[in-house]
């Protein structure tokens, strides 16, 4: 006797259909939903991509870079999730480590922490910052700098700029190349800036094309707290005349390839003296 299987109504087909049909939806959006969560986890937790929109950070960063920020390397605070509503107190930090003085990072702007800023770590809890004739001070020692080149660049406006470059050499032996206008700029002479515990003081290399702590009522001092991480390497850069990042088709252009992959960390002047 040969078993055979009972044949299905076309209800019963179609209810069958439906529940595979709901079956792939339902797989579909729980993976979906995992994919969501990691990203958010690695977002938050550990690095986050981000894009360079001016020339204040020449000639380091140029806009059309894309970079990723380290985000453990500082430990982690509110601002280090999305929306800044992370389960960390506000004024609080865990596994806090502080800035050193060289290191670029990306931080929300203490006056409208909805928007982000980069610049470099120049000062330091209790350091005295101050900008005399063009030339940083801290703590009363003139910082060293040396001309290196210049750079033609045009201004917000449109006009024809010609740039100074210098390599400058903080306390601690980092340097790093900074771009000067002249002088005799409007952030060009300064008063003493004392820098409140629990924050640094940060400046633009593009020293003047760049709010930055010295524009008391915009940046001014940056809470530890604001700190999103610090910026690591350069994963693409794109020249927006030549094309967008998602038009595929003009990348041969528009990718700037020699500095695809360049490493942000700032080397010792022994290290490029060896």
Same mark, same amino acid.
Do not use: C
């Given at each position: 006797? =040969?078993? =055979? ?10 209810? @069958? ?42 000639? =380091? ?20 999730? !999305?929306?800044?509503?992370? !389960? ?9 480590? $502080? !800035?050193? %003085?060289?290191?670029?990072? #990306? ?28 030339? @940083? ?5 003139? #910082?060293? %700098?040396?001309?290196?080149? *210049? ?8 006009? !024809? ?5 210098? *390599? ?26 004392? $820098? ?18 010295? $524009? ?21 850069? #794109? ?19 020699? %500095? ?15």
């Amino acid at each position: 006797m =040969t078993d =055979t299987k009972p044949s299905l109504s076309a209800e019963e087909k179609i209810a @069958l259909n439906k529940k595979k049909d709901k079956g792939s939806f339902d797989e579909f959006i729980s993976t979906f939903l995992w994919a969501a969560v990691f990203a958010i986890i690695i977002r938050s937790l550990m690095f986050e991509p981000f894009s360079i929109p001016s020339g204040s950070m020449k000639p =380091t960063l140029i806009k059309g870079d894309f970079l990723f920020v380290n985000k453990w390397v500082y430990g982690y605070s509110r601002f280090s999730f !999305p929306l800044g509503l992370g !389960p960390i107190p506000a004024g609080e930090r865990i596994f806090e480590h $502080v !800035p050193e %003085r060289g290191d670029i990072i #990306v931080f929300k702007l203490p006056t409208n922490p909805k928007i982000d800023y980069i610049k470099r770590v120049i000062g330091l809890s209790g350091d005295e910052i101050q900008v005399k004739g063009g030339r @940083l001070y801290i703590n009363g020692d003139k #910082v060293e %700098r040396t001309e290196i080149g *210049t750079e033609n660049s045009a201004s917000a406006m449109g006009f !024809p700029l010609n740039l100074t470059a210098y *390599t400058e050499t903080l306390p601690n032996g980092i340097e790093h190349a900074i771009l000067e206008e002249s002088d005799n700029e409007p952030l060009d002479n300064t008063a003493k800036y004392i $820098v409140p515990e629990d924050h640094v003081f940060a400046m633009g290399d593009n020293r003047d094309n760049s709010q930055d702590s010295r $524009v008391s009522n915009l940046v001014g001092f940056i809470p530890l707290e604001n700190i999103v991480g610090r910026a690591e390497r350069i994963f693409m850069s #794109v020249d927006s005349e030549q094309g967008k990042i998602w038009e595929v088709w003009n990348w041969p252009k528009a990718i700037q390839f020699e %500095r695809v992959f360049n490493g942000l960390r700032p080397a010792l002047k022994d290290d490029n003296d060896a």
